[in-house]
């Protein structure tokens, strides 16, 4: 007999939805179908959507060092209250930065006390540290994060050119992609500079000031840069955090002459526009920056088109004071795990009818293909029960007191979402409850099947 059974809700997998209930036995999923035996305990899922949890391949949570500004305790609450199951965290924020086997010890040891949904990790890919990454990836890394302008933090290094094919040969030898935050250095460095002796000499420093120092293209320059390098090495390449469909364009076409990359885009990206900066401020600081209306317009496009592969969220929140002051200093990222699910269902399934299949696809079952995470991803049986119960006929409106962050300071505060997570289970365990974090465990770490 299953423990627990989720009876009545519409179950959204790749091949269409169905009505039916999803039996789970030691957390994984039993059963799928009509009207299944009862269990010990029972969800009810009429009216609602079932789709797989999230997984959220791109987060900032910090830990360990820098857990003033996120941590994996509140970082995984707040992915928890917006859908997800899983993460992957980027080698940095933390301290130290993940460009070692030690250091991806560490940081798995650390979460995996605070985390309450599973994880897996990037390594980083920096100067001088390309002899790291077969460790790591022995350690069980999901792929390889590069920076090809800077990251904002100097201990970590953006990767030259040589550095990145270097890295990429080796990533292609050891299976396993390399990310990159694709925005040129020739052309950001110069135009930061001129921006930071604006704030030196105490001109007026405006929102176009700061827009402008990040153009479209430093994204698409470094895009066709790195699209050559993996056609090159063969590595397989993840471009995180494309902003514009320009962006997407140039992947979409490398990719249908044969260069294996995906595509990832942020919620942000799909919601905000520059004159949501303006009206914001510098909470909704990022690099890339918000864009022109046109360009959201153009990646909701390239979304439906499905030249899209992943949505993820691209948290990188800090303590307040931090994200004040003028746009030089003010640190660049926005807080936001728990408002991807909700922006793809009020801007993309009620406004451009993007079909829920697709969604379930964009943040479950594509992540987990492209970083060969086993049994997870769809809802099939055998695969780990990590679910999302989804009330698309609801609608709420974020405040602070709903965000499950360690600070509650967030661009998307104020907004409503036709849409409302009601449930989140990580491998049958309800960590998520009409408005309530219920986890009771923790997560668990998370390696690519076969390495
Ligand atoms: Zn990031």
Not at 139 to 167: I, Y
Not at 173 to 191: C, K
Not at 224 to 247: C, D, F, K, N, P
Request: proline letters at 5%; a negative charge; charged letters at 25%.
């Amino acid at each position: 007999m299953s423990d627990l059974v989720v009876r009545g809700g519409t179950i959204v997998g790749a091949g269409g939805s169905a009505h039916g209930d999803v039996a789970i036995e030691d957390g994984r999923i039993a059963d799928i179908g009509p009207e299944l035996a009862g269990a010990p305990h029972e969800i009810d899922a009429r009216g609602l959507f079932v789709l797989p949890g999230m997984i959220d391949v791109h987060v900032h949570f910090n830990e360990p060092g820098r857990t003033h500004w996120e941590g994996a305790a509140t970082g995984s609450r707040a992915l928890a209250a917006g859908g997800g199951t899983l993460f992957f965290d980027m080698p940095l924020n933390s301290t130290p930065c993940c460009v070692s086997a030690r250091a991806v010890n560490r940081k798995r040891e650390a979460l995996e006390r605070a985390s309450v949904t599973d994880f897996g990790l990037w390594g980083g890919l920096v100067p001088g540290a390309v002899g790291e990454m077969a460790d790591m990836a022995e350690r069980g890394v999901v792929g390889f994060k590069a920076f090809m302008c800077d990251s904002g933090l100097p201990e970590f290094p953006r990767a030259d050119d040589q550095t990145l094919r270097d890295g990429m040969a080796q990533a292609a030898r050891l299976h396993l992609p390399v990310a990159v935050h694709a925005e040129s250095h020739e052309i950001t460095e110069p135009l930061s500079v001129a921006l930071r002796d604006k704030v030196r000499l105490k001109a007026d420093l405006t929102v176009r000031d700061f827009l402008e120092s990040r153009p479209v293209i430093a994204e698409t320059e470094a895009i066709g840069r790195a699209l050559e390098l993996a056609r090159e090495t063969g590595a397989s390449l993840h471009i995180v955090h494309v902003s514009t469909g320009r962006g997407v364009s140039l992947a979409a076409e490398a990719r249908a002459r044969g260069v294996d990359v995906s595509i990832e885009t942020c919620p942000h990206y799909l919601w905000f526009t520059e004159a949501d900066v303006e009206r914001l401020g510098t909470i909704a600081k990022c690099a890339p920056p918000l864009r022109a209306a046109e360009h959201a317009d153009a990646l909701w496009n390239a979304l439906m088109a499905g030249d899209v592969d992943i949505v993820a969220s691209d948290h990188s929140p800090t303590e307040p004071a931090m994200k004040a002051g003028d746009f030089v200093s003010a640190w660049g990222g926005v807080a936001g795990v728990q408002s991807t699910v909700p922006v793809l269902l009020d801007r993309g399934y009620q406004d451009r009818h993007l079909p829920i299949e697709r969604i379930a696809d964009l943040i479950a079952a594509s992540p987990a293909r492209r970083f060969r995470i086993a049994r997870k991803g769809t809802i099939a049986r055998g695969n780990d029960a990590d679910l999302v119960l989804i009330d698309a006929g609801s609608s709420f409106t974020l405040a602070e007191e709903h965000l499950q962050q360690r600070h509650k300071t967030s661009p998307y505060v104020g907004a409503t979402f036709r849409g409302v997570v009601r449930a989140t289970l990580r491998r049958g365990e309800a960590i998520f409850m009409d408005g309530h974090i219920t986890a009771r465990t923790c997560g668990r770490f998370v390696r690519p099947d076969g390495l």
